[in-house]
């Protein structure tokens, strides 16, 4: 069983930025594809980036794409995403998840907790 522990959620200014990290439990982590989705208040999960386990594929949804990084360090079992230019519509809960790949989240088999990142206008 793989378990995902997320950090570097705060609260940042608009035009900030943030970067998120997720450790992996388990060796098993650098066979997984691994991604990230965000969910805010009163609104759907949604998909935000995905890495494949050599970390030589990569997938962002629109509204994200040019201002956040998907990355991995397979050495340390951690996963990273760099937030950049970061917006207001950024504030989420973001999850780290494993075990799938896609913009669908029940294609994913692991999710962390969450982790709160707030951005003020």
């Known amino acids: 069983q793989v378990q995902l522990v997320e950090s570097g959620g705060e609260l940042v200014q608009a035009g900030g930025s943030l970067r998120l990290s997720c450790a992996a439990s388990e060796r098993t982590f650098t066979a997984l594809h691994m991604g990230w989705f965000r969910q805010a208040p009163g609104k759907e999960r949604e998909f935000v980036a995905a890495?494949?386990?050599?970390?030589?594929?990569?997938l962002y949804a629109e509204s994200v794409k040019g201002r956040f990084t998907i990355s991995r360090d397979n050495a340390k079992n951690v996963e990273y995403l760099q937030m950049n230019s970061l917006k207001p519509e950024d504030t989420a809960v973001y999850y780290c998840v494993a075990g799938g790949w896609g913009t669908d989240p029940t294609r994913f088999s692991y999710w962390g907790q969450g982790t709160q990142v707030t951005v003020a206008s």
């Open positions: 890495i494949s386990w050599t970390g030589g594929t990569t």
